[in-house]
């Protein structure tokens, strides 16, 4: 059913109320994800970060010129939008204390909110720093991931979500 249906079908509560099942007018969240939903996206970025190495590869073995500027500007673009596709597929989490500091999905977090709003990281997450944070960003700086720090921050979001998020069973291979 489409959300429009939905909608058309009754009452007050919004399409988006009933297509997530939320009798309380607004989203639960998600406590968990299935092995498959983080593998799946742990095999997108994969392959993304993969074709980025082929990339400079063959650019860097290729005689065209001094293309090292142009380079670094397309890798931390691509970086900086990554991190938002890393965060999308997990945005609906629910979100508690951790207690220690900062973890990945928090650093994340901020990061993604930062680049959307005007891309200089936003300061304000309780016991951040630049040189306990797994990116070493510094608070009050434009964004620029690079290839290491994303890929940095990749591995430790998966880890995170495993470790806090997925279901209990075997981690299966990925579903297209």
Known sequence: M??????????????????????????????????????????????????????????????????QPSLAEFEHLLFNTL?????????????TGTGAGPSPLDELEVICDSLLRDGVLRPGLPGYSPGSSITGLPEGEHIRLSAEQFERLAEAVFAELEERFAEEGPAGPPSS
Not at 85 to 94: E, I, K, N, Q, S
């Open 83 to 95: 991190a938002l596709a890393l965060d999308r597929p997990f945005v609906h989490r629910v979100r």
């Open 2 to 67: 489409t959300g429009k249906r939905i909608a058309d079908a009754g009452g007050a509560r919004g399409w988006k109320d009933r297509a997530h099942g939320s009798a309380g007018g607004g989203m639960d969240g998600r406590r968990t994800y299935t092995r498959s939903e983080i593998d799946r996206v742990r095999l997108v970025i994969g392959s993304q970060l993969e074709a980025y190495r082929e990339l400079t590869r063959a650019v860097r073995a290729a005689d065209v010129g001094d293309v």
